[in-house]
């Protein structure tokens, strides 16, 4: 069974820090990509962030220098350090796996998901 499961959500204040972590399981990880998205109440979802499986990295330029992905492979475990929250970036945090980042122009797309978690709330107080 394919498992993605967030952790290290919760409450901060603008400018703190968290460390999101995406556990997973029942497939071959090292050959997959893995990626964050977020929702934020009524809005559409949208790609955060994704790490492939030889190791290069993506950001939107919305959390870029603020944000940053890795994963252990060994672990197969995918963090996503968070630091100088704002507001804006309250939502639902969601891991997702991939053959490889859909990143086009400065834009992450979910055409190409192929497993999801289920979610970890991260909201940033004023």
């Known amino acids: 069974e394919v498992k993605l499961v967030e952790s290290g959500g919760g409450l901060v204040q603008a400018g703190g820090s968290l460390r999101l972590s995406c556990a997973a399981s029942g497939f071959a990880f090292g050959d997959y990509a893995i990626g964050w998205f977020r929702q934020a109440p009524g809005k559409e979802r949208e790609g955060v962030s994704c790490i492939n499986a030889g190791g290069s990295t993506y950001y939107v330029d919305s959390v870029k220098g603020r944000f940053t992905i890795s994963r252990d492979n060994a672990k197969n475990m995918v963090y996503l350090e968070m630091n100088s929250l704002k507001p804006e970036d309250t939502a639902v945090y969601y891991c997702?796996?991939?053959?490889?980042?859909?990143?086009?122009?400065?834009?992450?797309?979910?055409?190409?998901?192929?497993?999801w978690g289920q979610g970890a709330q991260v909201t940033v107080s004023s």
């Open positions: 997702a796996a991939e053959g490889m980042c859909t990143f086009y122009s400065g834009s992450y797309y979910s055409w190409g998901i192929n497993y």
